[in-house]
């Protein structure tokens, strides 16, 4: 398993931009899909955005045109770009990476690795 780290959080305006970081730390890790889930406040954990080992990418309707996730394999790191902010984007954002894509979709702790995450606050 790799080891996962998200950075980049914060407090942001409506109409903002922040960009998350995940840094991964062992082998094999140009071999795993990567996603960013994240959760609200009595909300289940939804899927963000999903990037696999050959750097497709998927995303959820709510955030289409507005994030943009990828990844750089020489540094192990995930991204996610979050423009157009907007105050139901609040919540805790975590990384997460597995070795297929079916226990990536899973969306729980348990089933591949997860980061701690990091809190993304939208509001003026």
């Known amino acids: 398993q790799v080891h996962l780290e998200e950075s980049g959080g914060g407090l942001v305006q409506p109409g903002g931009s922040l960009r998350l970081s995940c840094a991964a730390s062992g082998s094999a890790f140009s071999g795993y899909h990567m996603g960013w889930y994240r959760q609200a406040p009595g909300n289940q954990r939804e899927l963000v955005a999903r990037?696999?080992?050959?750097?497709?990418?998927t995303y959820a309707d709510s955030v289409k045109g507005r994030f943009t996730i990828s990844r750089d394999n020489a540094k192990k790191m995930v991204y996610l770009q979050m423009d157009s902010l907007k105050p139901e984007d609040t919540a805790v954002y975590y990384c997460?990476?597995?070795?297929?894509?079916?226990?990536?979709?899973?969306?729980?702790?348990?089933?591949?690795?997860w980061g701690r995450g990091t809190q993304v606050t939208v509001s003026s």
């Open positions: 997460t990476g597995a070795q297929n894509l079916a226990t990536l979709n899973v969306g729980k702790d348990g089933y591949g690795s």
């Open positions: 990037i696999d080992s050959g750097g497709s990418s």
